[in-house]
């Protein structure tokens, strides 16, 4: 089994940074990609980045330049810095673990007031 931990949210200005982070556990393939979504209400979840070993990172258009995904493999953990917030980057932000299936975790709100 897979668990993925989420921390780092919370409420920020516009223009601020946040870092979040996920601690994974159980059976962790550095082959495998890892990545961070994001939800709003009444909205289907989006990809915001992917790392993998394969082909690197990845991100939506929205956040590059700003956002930067970045994986410790030696503890399991996948980072999202994120700079220059803006308001329409609040949202619930899920990390995921794409195995044979994909595993999420409970989410942390990021809140960005303008």
Do not use: H
């Amino acid at each position: 089994q897979v668990q993925l931990v989420e921390s780092g949210g919370g409420l920020v200005q516009a223009g601020g940074s946040l870092r979040l982070s996920c601690a994974a556990s159980g059976r962790i393939l550095r082959s495998n990609a890892m990545g961070w979504y994001r939800q709003t209400p009444g909205k289907q979840r989006e990809l915001v980045a992917v790392i993998s070993s394969d082909t690197g990172a990845d991100y939506t258009d929205s956040v590059k330049g700003r956002f930067t995904i970045s994986r410790d493999n030696a503890n399991n953990t996948l980072y999202l810095q994120m700079n220059s917030l803006k308001p329409e980057d609040t949202a619930v932000y899920y990390c995921n673990y794409r195995s044979w299936r994909n595993y999420w975790g409970q989410g942390t709100q990021v809140t960005v007031s303008s």
